[in-house]
């Protein structure tokens, strides 16, 4: 990993805010922030934007990336790290190969839909054109309440 | 399959001509059409634009999806084809998954990043919530003659 066990904590804890302010959206609260390996620099950040847009691709990673290539001008994130607070789906995990981020740091499993290591590795399959460095499980407990106060919070509306 | 012989050969003309139009802007010539399959209209098509717009994310199939759920107002396309000429890479397979839809026509494979059927197939993880029908090598002469005289032209130009 490019950056100290504090640091990864502290660009966690910017991510979890992102899930939050998803979450006060009534959106499922997941957050992502991208960050230049070489300033340190937060260079793009995303939150789940699912429901309120009604678009299948707005996941918080999808709109980190782009925001990101944006910023730097180029499809290429190579010197970026990921950092989001839910392990990512096939969608996001292929995005993370397309842009050739290199490090990815997750939060909570997702057994449903994680592809980082629940249901496959994408990120570990070798045959495709890129492999980052992953690390998982940073805050997982603060990430996983986050969503299962979410759901119990939906549960007990209805 | 929802559609005849005859109608999948004239969607994926569609999509082949839309890989056309991608080429035309100096762009890895793959293009893509979504269908109703109640009405049978096309909803919204996509081609590849990643270089133009230095993201990461835009694929063909992404544009079109996007598209679509703008047209219907909903995440869910459930009753909808996707038609692209090249196999899906991880990316939109998994955009596939998160969009619900329900069939999935493809041309040429694709050995450096096809997910539903080269390295993996994605679209059959019964653990993931989805999985569409498939039908591939529809046209995959034209669609794989597309991409082959495309980079052919860039190593001439070298």
Request: charged share 30%; hydrophobic share 40%; aromatic share 6%.
């Amino acid at each position: 990993m490019i950056f100290s066990e504090e640091k990864i904590d502290n660009y966690m804890d910017l991510a979890l805010n992102e899930a939050k302010k998803a979450g006060e959206r009534k959106e499922v609260p997941i957050g992502c922030i991208i960050v230049d390996n070489q300033t340190g620099e937060v260079i793009s950040v995303g939150s789940n934007e699912r429901e309120e847009t009604q678009n299948a691709i707005k996941h918080a990673e999808i709109i980190a990336i782009e925001a990101a290539c944006a910023k730097v001008g180029s499809w290429r994130l190579e010197h970026t790290s990921l950092f989001v607070t839910l392990e990512p789906c096939p969608m996001c995990a292929g995005a993370i190969i397309n842009s050739r981020i290199e490090e990815v740091i997750f939060g909570a499993s997702d057994p449903k839909a994680g592809s980082v290591g629940s249901i496959n590795n994408l990120l570990a399959e070798t045959r495709y054109n890129h492999q980052p460095e992953v690390l998982s499980g940073v805050k997982e407990q603060e990430a996983g309440d986050l969503l299962r106060n979410f759901f119990r919070e939906i549960r007990r509306k209805k």
